[in-house]
Structure formats: structure tokens, C-alpha cells
């Protein structure tokens, strides 16, 4: 019995001393600031649901949680084959995926338009396995009865005075919102500056 009242009577100090410490580095302990945002500058990207290439539905919930996006809107007058901006997204591909992005495509385009560039973007006398083909879905914001481009009016991409849309590069972090946005002509940015927003966020 005595033996155990000396056991009790060590057993409360040495308790005191751990709950004294444990206090003291909570008080103490300095917790790593998360980096400033610009509340201003970040919003949620505008949901959407449009057809691809294929003319099957893609829905932008399908990525958020899972993937960082780039989300492009291009000029698709000429159809996707003529198109600079792609062209520099399917050249940059690899690096884009490096960095976890996942590219969506964005035009006025219809669906067999979006179809025909992406299978046959080069339509010369070179055999079918010489044919580019680009390695992301392509989408058709297709005008509504009383509505041009929604979606890319939603996201800026659209010149209100001219009425005509906007090319853009959208990047969007995997919580959905969009941290970084640049809009053609003049501020559109280049690959570089696209891989290195995406191996930013997260």
C-alpha cells in the first residue's frame, strides 16, 4: 500500500509538468500563416453543362474536387483547327497534364464543327495516322433563343460593346474557383505563365 500512495504522489508532478509543457508550446507555437488572397480577384467559377466534340454532355461539377481546370475560350470562327491558342495548348499538353490540369475547350463552334478540327485538324493528302488530333474535349457554348455565348458571359469572355466574344484562359483551383484570369487580346498570357498558376494552386 505505501509503495502505491509513492507511485500516486510521483505519477501528479510528473502530470503537472507535461500539462505545464503542453500549455506553454500551444501558447507559444507559432502556426504557419496561409498566403494572402486578393478576395476580389478569386470567385467561383460559373457552372455549366455543354456538349462536346462528340456531342456528349460535360458538366463542370464532374471536375471540381478532383482537378485543377484551364478553362479556354477560343476562337472557333475558323474552326478549331485554325486556331493559335490550341495549337499552343496541344504543343504544351505535357506540361499542362505535369502540372494537373485538365484543359477544357470553349467556342461558339457546333459539335460537327468541334468534331471535324478535332479528328482532322490538317486536311491534306497525308495518311490518316499523320493527323493531329487534340488531346482535350472541345465545347459548344451555343447560343440560347434570346441568349449569345452564355457561358462566356458568365466567365467575362465577351466583348459587351461588340458583341463578340472573347478569348480567355480561365485557371481554376480544385475547390472551383478561379484564381487566375486572363483575357485576349492583350493579356492573354503565355504557356509558361498558365503551367506555372497551375502548379501553384491546389
Known amino acids: 500500500m505505501p509503495s502505491t500512495n509513492r507511485r500516486i504522489l510521483l505519477v501528479i508532478p510528473i502530470s ?6 503542453l500549455i506553454a508550446f500551444k ?14 480577384n478569386v470567385r467561383p467559377a460559373p457552372v455549366f453543362k455543354l456538349y462536346d466534340e462528340h456531342s456528349q454532355i460535360v ?17 472557333g470562327s475558323q474552326g478549331p483547327e485554325h486556331s493559335e491558342l ?6 504544351s499538353f505535357a506540361q499542362i497534364h ?16 468541334n468534331r471535324y478540327g478535332a479528328k ?11 493527323e493531329i488530333r487534340f488531346p482535350f474535349p472541345l465545347l459548344s457554348d451555343i447560343a440560347t433563343s434570346d441568349v449569345a455565348a452564355p457561358v462566356h458571359r458568365e466567365y467575362g469572355a465577351f466583348d459587351e460593346t461588340t ?14 474557383l478561379i484564381q487566375h484570369a486572363h483575357l485576349g487580346p492583350d493579356r492573354l498570357g503565355t504557356t509558361a ?4 498558376e497551375l502548379e501553384q494552386v491546389r
Not at 501558447?27 to 486578393?38: G, K
Not at 458583341?163 to 472551383?176: I, L, W
Open 16 to 21: 503537472a509538468v507535461v500539462i505545464v509543457g
Open 163 to 176: 458583341s463578340q466574344p472573347r478569348e480567355g484562359v480561365f485557371v481554376v483551383d480544385r475547390a472551383g
Open 59 to 75: 458538366r463542370l461539377e464532374r471536375y471540381i474536387s478532383r482537378k485543377k481546370l484551364l478553362i479556354v475560350f477560343f476562337n
Open 193 to 196: 505563365d498558365w503551367v506555372h
Open 120 to 130: 482532322l485538324e490538317h486536311r491534306t493528302t497525308a495518311a490518316p495516322d499523320d
Open 86 to 91: 490550341l495549337a499552343q495548348l496541344r504543343d
Open 98 to 113: 505535369a502540372a494537373g490540369g485538365q484543359i477544357l475547350a470553349i467556342s461558339e463552334s457546333r459539335p460537327s464543327q
Open 27 to 40: 501558447l507559444n507555437r507559432r502556426y504557419e500563416e496561409p498566403p494572402a488572397v486578393a478576395v476580389g
